[in-house]
């Protein structure tokens, strides 16, 4: 009888870490396609039908990141390129680039590291620093956040809407960060989930990936534009996707939702209170 009643004790007293836990990482769910598709087709960056978002992580790289600018400029597409705050102040030349060409900056965070341990007050910290940064190297106001490896934790979702930004992940990627990715693998891993109306997500460095696999990505870029081109689809950044902009649109992470987006339903976090 006393092993039972200390027992019941010690499932009490732990009772709240685990609800701290679960609140903290319960909105990764999100993180699931299907999920995010069926009933957050904001978050997971549906938009106008005849439109596709052409998004690029992780960078800006002076040695790649150039390469993908040249070659953005030879098919006439811009894009969104989702940086991160460490390689924006380590290399401020190709961000300035960047926004010179005509692409969107957005924020990535300031690192690429693993959200599981929850910490609210460095989230929104290295979040703000990120977009201050982003802004006084190039003169661009971020609107959109995606964080690393799409994972969006409740003191992620926090931090966004302090910083102004709108979370949005991706309906279709490449796979292009594995070792062994090809140009015809990644093509054919955008192809096999890719629609009207979706975001794509590449990546423009190897920064978290295997070492020169944007190579893989670089070669499939061509054919990725032209398939969706053959399709009936424009190719841009997120501005021009129809899924509104950041800002006074942000989601709230009580899941109220917030006016501000543009010809768009209102959007609602998934993030509980």
């Not at 380590?90 to 010179?100: D, G, N």
């Not at 995606?146 to 309906?171: E, F, H, K, N, Q």
């Amino acid at each position: 009888m006393r092993h039972g009643f200390r027992t019941g004790r010690a499932v009490y007293a732990g009772a709240p870490v685990v609800a701290a836990a679960l609140a903290h990482i319960g909105p990764a769910a999100t993180w699931l396609p299907g999920l995010r598709r069926r009933l957050f087709p904001g978050l997971a960056g549906l938009g106008s039908p005849g439109h596709v978002a052409l998004t690029f992580d992780d960078g800006p790289d002076p040695v790649s990141t150039p390469r993908f600018l040249d070659a953005l400029d030879g098919l006439g597409v811009r894009a969104t390129f989702f940086v991160l705050g460490e390689n924006v102040l380590r290399h401020p030349a190709p961000a300035r680039e960047l926004v010179r060409r005509g692409h969107e900056l957005a924020v990535h965070g300031w690192t690429h590291d693993r959200p599981w341990w929850s910490s609210p007050a460095r989230d929104a910290r290295e979040l703000l620093r990120a977009v201050r940064v982003v802004g006084e190297v190039t003169g661009s106001v971020p609107h959109w956040y995606r964080p690393p490896y799409g994972i969006l934790t409740s003191g992620r979702w926090a931090a966004a809407r302090r910083a102004g930004l709108r979370p949005v992940l991706w309906t279709a990627w490449g796979k292009d960060w594995r070792h062994d990715a090809t140009p015809a693998s990644v093509r054919a891993t955008v192809a096999a989930d890719l629609d009207g109306g979706g975001t794509v997500l590449l990546h423009d460095t190897d920064h978290a990936s295997a070492p020169g696999s944007w190579r893989a990505t670089l070669g499939a870029l061509p054919d990725i534009v032209r398939d969706c081109r053959g399709a009936g689809w424009a190719v841009g950044p997120l501005g021009e996707h129809g899924t509104g902009t950041g800002g006074a649109g942000v989601a709230s992470v009580t899941g109220v939702t917030t006016a501000g987006t543009t010809g768009q339903a209102p959007f609602r976090s998934p993030a509980p209170g």
